[in-house]
């Protein structure tokens, strides 16, 4: 169980990062959704002893992370948005290099945990090619497997499938569920498919702030009957905006569909799903309302 109390962050040039952040994380896979901006990178950084918060507690089973950073490394594994490599070594190189890095010195123990992550991460038959020559996804395939070495019990992934085509995409959700099932796993993240497909439990962070937290399908019930959708003329959005409480909208073949939130069904209006997208549109709205 990762434990974050009253967690503040703010930045030398007075940008509060973070804003009384407070979350309990179980094992599993816990997705963190949030726009650019949210603190989602900062909360990570914390989480990850990259940087100490201003105030509040981070806690890991017996591990005060705050106090004691050293202990937490030896049992995180950390995917960041960006993490560079030697573009001109070979996967197996790098990985046995950062292998030793993180402190597996033995030879035959090394060459085990090197060969088996990278038959785990579907890497084997590229082990030899250079870094420079992997595509997005494998590279973020790569990057779990970095991830993974000393079998740690928290693993975390900041945006992991931006920029993946949908294969990639759907190859390095596999291997994070696969993974989530016996560590806690945090999957921060803006694309909201990558959470519905596989998180049991998720926060929505905005403007720093906790601002809604529960299992996705709890959260996708209490939507139902509240949200309606309907095809407009885009020159007639500012007035449905003035009207009603419009949560997203999107172009399809020339025409917009907005989809706005009701307790009540509104004149010339149907029904819409309530899936996860409206959850999180819905609460970014209501963040917007009372910033």
Same mark, same amino acid.
């Given at each position: 169980?990762?434990?974050?109390?009253?967690?503040?962050?703010?930045?030398?040039?007075?940008?509060?990062?973070?804003?009384?952040?407070?979350?309990?994380?179980?094992?599993?896979?816990?997705?963190?959704?949030?726009?650019?901006?949210?603190?989602?990178?900062?909360?990570?950084?914390?989480?990850?002893?990259?940087?100490?918060?201003?105030?509040?507690?981070?806690?890991?089973?017996?591990?005060?992370?705050?106090?004691?950073?050293?202990?937490?490394?030896?049992?995180?594994?950390?995917?960041?948005?960006?993490?560079?490599?030697?573009?001109?070594?070979?996967?197996? =190189?790098?990985?046995?290099? %950062? @292998? +030793? $890095?993180? #402190?597996?010195?033995?030879?035959? /123990?090394?060459?085990? !945990?090197?060969?088996?992550?990278?038959?785990?991460?579907?890497?084997?038959?590229?082990?030899?090619?250079?870094?420079?020559?992997?595509?997005?996804?494998?590279?973020?395939?790569?990057?779990?497997?970095?991830?993974?070495?000393?079998?740690?019990?928290?693993?975390?992934?900041?945006?992991?499938?931006?920029?993946?085509?949908?294969?990639?995409?759907?190859?390095?959700?596999?291997?994070?569920?696969?993974?989530?099932?016996?560590?806690?796993?945090?999957?921060?993240?803006?694309?909201?498919?990558?959470?519905? =497909?596989?998180?049991?439990? %998720? @926060? +929505? $962070?905005? #403007?720093?702030?906790?601002?809604? /937290?529960?299992?996705? !399908?709890?959260?996708?019930?209490?939507?139902?009957?509240?949200?309606?959708?309907?095809?407009?003329?885009?020159?007639?959005?500012?007035?449905?905006?003035?009207?009603?409480?419009?949560?997203?909208?999107?172009?399809?073949?020339?025409?917009?569909?907005?989809?706005?939130?009701?307790?009540?069904?509104?004149?010339?209006?149907?029904?819409?799903?309530?899936?996860?997208?409206?959850?999180?549109?819905?609460?970014?709205?209501?963040?917007?309302?009372?910033?």
């Amino acid at each position: 169980m990762l434990s974050i109390k009253n967690l503040v962050h703010v930045y030398p040039n007075g940008v509060r990062a973070l804003d009384d952040v407070s979350l309990e994380i179980p094992t599993g896979m816990y997705g963190l959704l949030g726009p650019n901006g949210a603190g989602k990178s900062t909360l990570m950084r914390s989480i990850a002893t990259l940087q100490t918060p201003t105030s509040g507690a981070i806690q890991f089973g017996d591990i005060d992370v705050v106090k004691e950073p050293e202990l937490l490394r030896q049992t995180l594994g950390y995917l960041p948005q960006d993490f560079g490599v030697y573009p001109r070594v070979s996967a197996y =190189d790098m990985l046995d290099h %950062m @292998a +030793v $890095l993180k #402190g597996i010195a033995g030879g035959k /123990e090394r060459k085990e !945990t090197v060969e088996g992550l990278l038959n785990q991460v579907n890497l084997w038959t590229v082990r030899k090619k250079a870094l420079a020559g992997f595509s997005g996804g494998m590279r973020q395939r790569f990057g779990i497997a970095q991830a993974l070495i000393g079998n740690p019990r928290l693993i975390i992934v900041d945006e992991p499938t931006a920029g993946l085509d949908p294969q990639e995409r759907n190859r390095f959700l596999n291997l994070l569920a696969e993974i989530g099932e016996n560590v806690v796993v945090i999957l921060s993240t803006h694309i909201v498919e990558d959470v519905a =497909d596989l998180c049991p439990r %998720m @926060a +929505v $962070l905005a #403007g720093g702030r906790i601002q809604l /937290e529960g299992a996705p !399908t709890d959260l996708m019930q209490a939507m139902q009957g509240r949200v309606w959708r309907k095809t407009i003329a885009k020159e007639d959005l500012a007035d449905h905006e003035a009207r009603h409480q419009v949560i997203s909208t999107r172009l399809f073949a020339g025409r917009t569909v907005i989809h706005v939130l009701a307790d009540q069904r509104p004149d010339g209006f149907e029904p819409a799903p309530g899936g996860l997208e409206d959850v999180y549109f819905s609460t970014l709205a209501a963040s917007r309302k009372a910033a």
